[in-house]
């Protein structure tokens, strides 16, 4: 066996969960080395997509998921601004809020029942609040008219992130003390070892499967599990514009739109996101088909701004979905006694949250007392088995 030099932390996966699970290791004081399977620094996987939507839980649906994601949603604005800081790449994190329209009387008592449960449930331990109510449409909304009969949901809470350079970052940050194998593909895990296609076999004192989709084949192979069993990938595709000057200056610092599982996210650098189509079945991942090119007359139908303007690109591939759609964040027991570690991210929440499910993983290694504690549904020996929950975002 080739053995290389022992590392704390063997992290299988670069992608937003894997990336933070590396930093709060190196910040613990481990050793640490990632795996990632792109050749180069270009990000594989669903962490790659150009959303970057940081969406809160429905506020009238509260329990230890919800505070959760509300605490990591806080704590990310204080996170990005130490990241920029720290490696000097700007990561596009802005707190933009988000309006969805409303087109029946039910979805508005829904929302008003959501605004009382904001009012109380969206308040951080410093007294900060955050508002989701129902109001008209205003006429520097960047929403049409015609969509929204009834008015909109708007929020103040819901943010974005540039995911590639908030991927940058997170690298760049690791530079300092960790280790990025890059071209790195794990074929084999085991709770001390990796074995990579290469035949060679890497030792850690810990082994983190963070690689997405790919999770479930290379679980499914150490649990005796039918992969589908676990999770599957399911594609994503989204369309990117680059509009003119006059459009960016009428979007720059707009909300994000929502409707109907359509999200329009104003970037920092004036691009402007729209996404994402969800597809079972596919013949190319990555690749982008012509359900990608329908976004754009769905965006213009919203978003009044951009009709007439045609993606400058588009992109797809693959997000994790487990049995449960709940991110798995925890240990794994194997049939010999020892742990393996799970990182893989939710279905669609993953960038809101990965930095604190990562304190709460890196604190569960190393047996600290936790100081961000899971939700429950989180735990692999759940989200890898239990049926998906009713959709619980606003
Ligand atoms: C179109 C689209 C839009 C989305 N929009 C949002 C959004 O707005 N907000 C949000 O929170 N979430 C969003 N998501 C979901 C989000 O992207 C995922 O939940 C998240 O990226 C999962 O992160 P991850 O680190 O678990 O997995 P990934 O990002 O998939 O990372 C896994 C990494 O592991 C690598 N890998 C795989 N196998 C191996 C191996 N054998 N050896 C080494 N490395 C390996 C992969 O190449 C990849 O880089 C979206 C997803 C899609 C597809």
Redesign the pocket.
């Known amino acids: 066996m080739n053995d290389r030099r022992s590392v704390d932390l063997l992290i299988?996966?670069?992608?937003?969960?894997?990336?933070w699970v590396a930093k709060r290791g190196l910040e613990a004081g481990m050793s640490i080395l990632l795996?990632?399977?792109?050749p180069n620094a270009t990000?594989?996987?669903?962490?790659?997509?150009?959303?970057?939507?940081?969406?809160p839980h429905a506020p009238d649906r509260w329990g230890d998921l919800a505070a959760f994601q509300f605490q990591a949603l806080i704590d990310l604005e204080t996170e990005a601004a130490r990241l920029e800081e720290e490696t000097g790449i700007a990561v596009g994190y802005q707190r933009i809020g988000r309006l969805t329209p409303l087109r029946t009387e039910a979805a508005i008592d829904e929302t008003q029942a959501q605004a009382r449960a904001a009012a109380e449930n969206w308040r951080t331990a410093d007294g900060r609040a955050f508002t989701l109510a129902h109001r008209a449409i205003r006429a520097d909304d960047p929403i049409a008219p015609a969509a929204a009969p009834l008015g909109v949901r708007a929020d103040d809470l819901t943010a974005?992130i540039a995911?590639r350079a908030y991927l940058s970052a997170l690298r760049a940050s690791l530079t300092r003390g960790g280790s990025i194998h890059l071209g790195?593909?794990?074929?084999e895990l085991a709770a001390d070892h990796v074995r990579?296609?290469t035949g060679e076999t890497l030792r850690a004192g810990a082994v983190i499967v963070?690689?997405?989709?790919?999770?479930f084949a290379?679980l499914s192979r150490l649990t005796n599990r039918a992969e589908q069993d676990l999770g599957r990938g399911?594609?994503?595709?989204?369309a990117i514009f680059e509009p003119p000057a006059r459009i960016r200056e009428q979007l720059a610092g707009a909300p994000m739109l929502y409707a109907g599982g359509l999200?329009i996210?104003p970037h920092a650098d004036g691009r402007i996101?729209v996404?994402?189509?969800t597809e079972r079945n596919w013949r190319w991942a990555d690749r982008p088909d012509a359900q990608a090119a329908s976004l754009a007359a769905a965006a213009s139908a919203l978003c009044p701004a951009l009709a007439g303007l045609q993606p400058s690109r588009f992109?797809?591939?693959?997000?994790?979905r487990t049995a449960s759609r709940m991110?798995a964040v925890g240990a794994l027991e194997l049939a010999n006694g020892r742990s393996l570690w799970i990182?893989?991210?939710?279905?669609?929440?993953?960038?809101?949250?990965?930095h604190r499910a990562a304190t709460a993983l890196i604190e569960q290694i190393r047996g600290d007392e936790p100081s961000a504690a899971l939700p429950a549904a989180f735990a692999p020996a759940l989200a890898l088995t239990q049926r998906p929950r009713k959709h619980t975002s606003v």
Do not use: C, E, H
């Open positions: 299988v996966g670069g992608g937003v969960m894997g990336l795996l990632a399977d792109a990000p594989k996987g669903g962490s790659a997509n150009p959303l970057g939507a940081l969406m974005r995911p790195a593909q794990a074929v990579l296609a963070a690689a997405g989709a790919a999770s290379l399911i594609k994503g595709q989204a999200y996210t996101a996404g994402a189509t992109w797809a591939g693959l997000r994790p991110p990182a893989t991210g939710g279905y669609k929440i993953s960038f809101g949250l990965a």
